[in-house]
């Protein structure tokens, strides 16, 4: 009955691996820094390190999926779907940035530093696939995005963020 399923194991070379992952990883921790610079700039928690490795496991995951399907063999039952594996990159960073959510007296902070988190992987998941230059632009855009609207906020609502926000100090959750 199994003697007909035979399995072809096909073999990437490590170097054509490590050649494949390293710009990838590079340009992850790259992009990652450079929101995670804004963010700790604006001392916010989820600063260099948070935002910068977020990015860097999502590109990484999202490239490690494609090598998996690399190996797939001519057999149709087994398969790998790239998909999945990016799907579960987009669930994991909802329980992280879920994590970046708290809620004190009648204020919910986080929110912004969740969807940050969440945005990051998604710029890792483009770089895991090999899109660089529209991720980096879609990074400067999001670094001018998050400056610009707390310019805005600072401006025009002073007294929201004052009655919001009792720290506004290094370590807030926005």
Known sequence: MFNDLTLTVHYIPELDVLIFLLPKVG?????????????????????????????????????V???????????????????????????????????????????????????????????????GFGIFLSTILITIGLIFFLSLTSYIEKRFFKNRSSKSSGASGPGTLD
């Open 65 to 127: 999926s494609l090598l998996m399907s690399e190996y797939e063999s001519s057999n149709p039952v087994i398969s790998a779907d790239v998909t999945r594996i990016v799907a579960q990159i987009v669930s994991g960073i909802g329980f992280i940035g879920a994590g970046a959510i708290f809620k004190s007296s009648s204020k919910v902070q986080g929110l912004t530093t969740a969807a940050v988190i969440w945005t990051v992987s998604a710029l890792g998941i483009l770089i």
């Open 27 to 63: 340009v992850a921790l790259f992009v990652g820094t450079l929101v995670g610079i804004e963010r700790e700039y604006r001392g916010k928690l989820a600063g260099i390190k948070t935002n910068a490795l977020i990015c860097a496991a999502s590109a990484l995951f999202t490239a």
